[in-house]
């Protein structure tokens, strides 16, 4: 299996969809073979016309003609070199005037203690100045940020930097730096377009090894979308043959004098293959702060395909000979599809572009890529016409697309997580960080049932949540109950919740003697109410905790406190 690493940040897990691997690498590949070089290995071994005429007339090369043929190669090789050293020079002309140095300081929470942060750590990466007085690199690099320094080329001055936007799904994130000083002598880089197969682009960064800045080439090897290991999702990515390593994550790849794209990550167990995210990724993540403010998200369907290679599946569904698309499987209740398509419905295009059998579409020069691409890269509340075969007839649907949150949350960067204790008993909303506080191992090693529903389960109304009963602190209130952890908690006093909020509520406006949890497993706790509430201060006390609820049920708490009009 395939196995992804982050990099520039140490972490023991990283938040997917599926369970993955992921290894840190600590070793510094060959420089690889570059475009110009390998032109130059062709050129050497393809004879010209004229000599191919002489070896036809002669069974022997001639001495002038072998000392023709030596000027021509050392010729051949000074014009490839001189190309090469041309390319590498504008890299690095770019990269001394826009190519900046980024040092982190990030504290992430602890989610079997969510009362409290892990210990502190410091990172570096790096990142590239763009128009509007910005600086652009990947959200991994910032991510659970408390302090952020950057210094650009020849300085030995570092100076504050603040966390405009960050985009976790496409590991993107933009800085400002208010110091004028700062910003005499950058100049911005200007994006490119997307690099065609074998096009060299040189890669700029801060990689682990040294302090000074770092130039790696390498060609384009392919271009299609790739799980982005930091925030679990699929988008486009554009595969090279350059070295990446920790600390380039946020370099720009420069082709010519623009850039081609971002390197975020790389690829354990093979030779130098790195991933940089291309130019239209980054402009949609910029497009979308610049129109809404702030992070918005990349759309989707909210939608579970199948392929339709199968002639007999085609035949089962009516699809007619040359006819094409996906088989809908699942469709996520909180999208606009959920309103407009039905389960095996057969999705024959998108916006007027025929789906294969295999989920695809064209892409550039006899190329393909899976038509997740075309709906990721609608904005916000944009509509999409898909063509549907629905019991045999074909009927064209306009969909609404917006980002959708999953039940689940795959990742938790940059907030605290919620939490709620009473009498001891630990409640938390589920989420994939939960899941990895169990280790590398974590889809084997957590709860099963827990993880499934992680995975799988799709949620029924807004703001829903699955909560779990985390832990047990012991007391005497509790005594008895101290097993019955990683529990999803189903219903108080037989009203089944909603979310941590809604159980807050049922547990505090509760007017009668007892408590009843009823757990997953047929699980059940009873609590005397009113002695639950004196214990519930004691156990605080005892743990060092300071409240007995996260700050975000604090201000929900408080929000309907005021909503509630008072009597005169």
Known sequence: M?????????????????????????????????????????????????????????????????????????????????????????????????????????CSPNYLLPWQNKSQRESMGSGFVILGRKILTNAHVVADHS?????????????????????????????IVDSDEFWDGMIPLEFGDIPFLQQAVAVVGYPQGGDTISVTKGVVSRVEPTQYVHGASQLMAIQIDAAINPGNSGGPAIMGKRVAGVAFQNL????????????????HFISGVEENGKYIGFCSLGLSCQTTENVHLRNHFGMQPGMTGVLVNKINPLSDAY?????????????????????????????????????????????????VLRDSQ??????????IQPLVPVHQFDKLPSYYIFAGLVFVPLTQPYLHEYGEDWYNASPRRLCERALRELPKKENQQLVILSQVLMDDINAGYERLADLQVLKVNGTEIDNLEHLRELVENCNTDSLHFDLDDNRVIVLNCEAAKIATSRILKR???????SADLINAQNNSQLAVPSSC
């Open 339 to 387: 309103k407009v398509l039905k389960k095996d419905d057969i999705i024959l295009s998108f916006d007027g572009v025929p789906i294969a059998n295999d989920g695809t579409v064209p892409f550039r020069n006899r190329e393909r890529i899976t038509f997740d691409h075309l709906v990721s890269m609608k904005k916000l509340n944009e509509k999409a016409v898909v063509r």
């Open 2 to 106: 395939s196995k992804f690493i982050r990099l520039a940040r140490n972490i023991f897990s990283s938040p997917a969809l599926l369970p993955h691997p992921f290894k840190h690498l600590r070793f510094a590949p060959q420089p690889p073979l570059t475009a110009a070089n390998y032109f130059h290995s062709v050129s050497v071994v393809v004879p010209n016309t004229e000599t191919q005429q002489t070896n036809s007339t002669n069974s022997a090369k001639s001495p002038s003609t072998q000392f023709q043929l030596r000027v021509r190669k050392k010729a051949q090789s000074r014009r490839n070199s001189a190309f090469t050293n041309t390319n590498n020079n504008t890299a690095v002309e770019l990269a001394f005037n826009s190519v900046v140095k980024i040092f982190t300081v990030s």
């Open 147 to 175: 302090f952020v320094l950057v210094r650009k080329h020849g300085s030995p001055n570092k100076y504050r930097a603040q966390v405009k936007a960050v985009g976790h799904e496409c590991d993107l994130a933009l800085l």
């Open 543 to 549: 743990h060092r905790i300071p409240s007995s609820m």
């Open 268 to 283: 354990s167990g093979a030779e130098n293959i790195g991933y940089i995210i291309p130019v239209p990724v980054i402009k």
């Open 394 to 403: 074909e009927i064209e649907l306009s969909i609404t697309l917006q980002p």
